[in-house]
């Protein structure tokens, strides 16, 4: 897979411009507020119909437009494909070679990409809620069915909640549970598959990114499962009737408390540091190279289940990584053979990721520029 081209038309503050990147590093360099985040916002959400940052679509329409386009022309399996995003008021539409994407399969159909912000780095010591959406956001990228999947869970959540909220009778709540707990299970099964695929890469990324002699572990299992059941093992149909049954049991609790209380919403990713919690006594460095790790691993996954590389975004990372991480990461992507796109304010952090087939970008009020790569 690789990308030929890239056209944003009023997304955010790119008003009309295209951009042809490198096979592989292509480096955008601006200062603060130019547009450099937009640019990569733009081809994740291109690539994963996710925004990146964005709370809400529209957001990204650039101020006093109607609506938003990015297009991206990919060479995947010698052939080009042309896929691209228009994002309205009222949500987005996908399209394929120009026409209205008939499936998400057909519109993904092997477009990957992994991106690694300033955000990331925040969640080994953030809330539940931060580990839940980065693990999704992997899951994601090696399931692409699991955006409807989730979102179908998240509407009959909401359902419930709200159900849960007014008082509704028991018989209507209890309406719900058995949707909500077959699409719960449905999670369950491909977080761990994700895990189970993930886990294992991360620690020993972990021990390659190096500066530490104390063992890296990632672990998933949903809260308030209940005994006798092996998550590891057990069936999506047992998981679903577990989650019925624990739905069951914590009824009064949940209507008491006006939310539901187990399920794929309410579980947390363990990540540990020396058997110890990370999240309350790593550093700010080790948490850093934890989540450094965790991509590196969904970077090989994804190749391993693939057969090529993703495309790799990185927004501005280098400057929040201590100089020898950061170091490992440029060699890293350099070495990778992967196509990258890097944005930074600094030429100098991310030089070590640069060849003779790199290409330069300046970023400034919105405009992209070709140029060299100069000591400024
Ligand atoms: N919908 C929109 N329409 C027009 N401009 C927008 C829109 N959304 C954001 N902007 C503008 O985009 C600019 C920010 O762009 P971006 O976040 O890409 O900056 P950046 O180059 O990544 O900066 P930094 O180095 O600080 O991260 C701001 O000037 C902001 O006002
Ligand atoms: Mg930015």
Redesign the pocket.
């Given at each position: 897979m690789r990308l030929l081209s890239l056209s944003y038309r009023n997304f955010?503050?790119l008003e009309a411009l295209t951009l042809e990147p490198s096979a592989r590093a292509t480096i955008a360099v601006?200062?603060?507020?130019?547009?450099?985040?937009?640019?990569l916002?733009g081809l994740y959400l291109l690539a994963t119909l996710k925004p990146l940052r964005a709370n809400k679509l529209q957001?990204?329409?650039?101020?006093g437009?109607h609506e938003?386009r990015v297009t991206g022309k990919f060479l995947i399996a010698g052939a080009e494909r042309e896929i691209s995003v228009e994002v309205i008021p009222g949500g987005r539409t996908a399209f394929v070679d120009g026409k209205r994407a008939s499936s998400l399969e057909a519109y993904f159909g092997g477009v990957s990409v992994v991106a690694f912000t300033p955000d990331d780095l925040s969640v080994v010591k953030g809330g539940p809620d931060g580990r839940r959406a980065f693990l999704d956001r992997s899951v994601f990228n090696v399931q692409p069915a699991y955006l409807d999947e989730s979102r179908e869970y998240g509407r009959a959540l909401k359902n419930r909640n709200r159900l849960l909220k007014d008082r509704a009778p028991m018989s209507h709540l209890q309406a719900w549970d058995a949707t909500l707990s077959k699409l719960g299970a449905r999670l369950w099964v491909r977080r761990r598959t994700l895990m189970a695929a993930l886990s294992e890469r991360a620690r020993a990324a972990f021990q390659r990114i190096g500066r530490s002699e104390l063992e890296a572990t990632w672990f998933y299992e949903p809260a308030h499962l209940g005994d006798g059941l092996a998550f590891g093992t057990a069936s999506e149909n047992e998981l679903a009737e577990r989650m019925l049954s624990r739905l069951d049991a914590r009824l009064t609790r949940d209507v008491e408390r006006g939310f539901t209380s187990v399920g794929p919403h309410a579980d947390d990713v363990d990540i540990t540091l020396g058997e110890k919690s990370a999240r309350a006594y790593a550093s700010q460095g080790q948490s850093r190279a934890l989540v450094l790790a965790w991509k590196v691993a969904e970077i090989e996954n994804l190749a391993a289940q693939n057969g090529f590389l993703p495309l790799l975004l990185l927004?501005?990372v280098s400057s929040e990584l201590d100089p020898e991480r950061n170091a490992f990461l440029m060699n890293y992507l350099a070495e990778s053979g992967a196509q990258t796109l890097l944005?930074t304010?600094d030429a100098a952090l991310v030089r070590k990721a640069a060849g003779a087939d790199t290409k330069w970008f300046r970023?400034s009020a919105?405009r992209v520029e070709t140029s060299h790569d100069t000591d400024e």
């Open positions: 955010r503050n601006g200062q603060n507020g130019q547009g450099k985040t937009n640019l916002e957001e990204l329409i650039r101020f437009e938003a927004d501005d944005t304010t970023v919105g």
